[in-house]
């Protein structure tokens, strides 16, 4: 039987090459999940602008947790869509800015951070306005979504300047 002799210069490239390869393929599926995510994002937004509250309720999880405010929690997806139904009816909503500042995966949970204004224009006349502010949205995956993924906690941060 022959002997097989590693130097420790080898077993240090095959460690690098194998530590490479494992980080390569938990970055391109974070990449995946990063864009599912976006994706996600963009179908809620073009759901708000169209006043769309069954397209809305699909990417939240039944057991959502939203606090809105100070004092606005609203907990569970019915919840949710009763708080917005009123705002719906009397204004059109378009967001003005979404930055994404970051976004944090782990397995089968994205955590969102993201800077918005939201435009909201009266549908019978009267001033609008517009709400801006910092938002932390918890993604969990839900074979029930559109694209596999619904918020499941978000707390938004109105911004004071």
């Given at each position: 039987m022959a002997k097989i002799r590693f130097r420790l210069s080898d077993i240090f490239l095959l460690t690098l090459i194998l530590t490479l390869c494992l980080s390569t393929k938990t970055y391109s599926q974070n990449e995946k999940v990063?864009?599912?995510?976006?994706k996600t994002g963009e179908l809620i937004r073009a759901a708000f602008s169209k006043g769309d509250l069954e397209a809305i309720k699909s990417f939240h999880h039944p057991d959502v947790i939203k606090a809105l405010?100070?004092?606005n929690l609203q907990t569970g997806r019915e919840a949710?869509?009763?708080g917005l139904r009123g705002t719906l009816e009397g204004y059109t909503l378009d967001f003005v800015e979404n930055k994404v500042e970051s976004i944090l995966i782990q397995g089968d949970i994205a955590i969102e951070q993201t800077l918005f204004s939201i435009k909201g224009t009266p549908?019978?006349?009267?001033e609008?306005?517009?709400f801006s502010g910092r938002t932390m949205v918890t993604y969990i995956k839900y074979k029930k979504s559109p694209t596999g993924w619904a918020t499941i906690?978000?707390?938004?941060?109105q911004a004071t300047n």
């Open positions: 990063k864009s599912e995510i976006l405010g100070y004092k949710v869509i009763d549908k019978k006349g009267g609008g306005f517009i906690r978000e707390i938004i941060q």
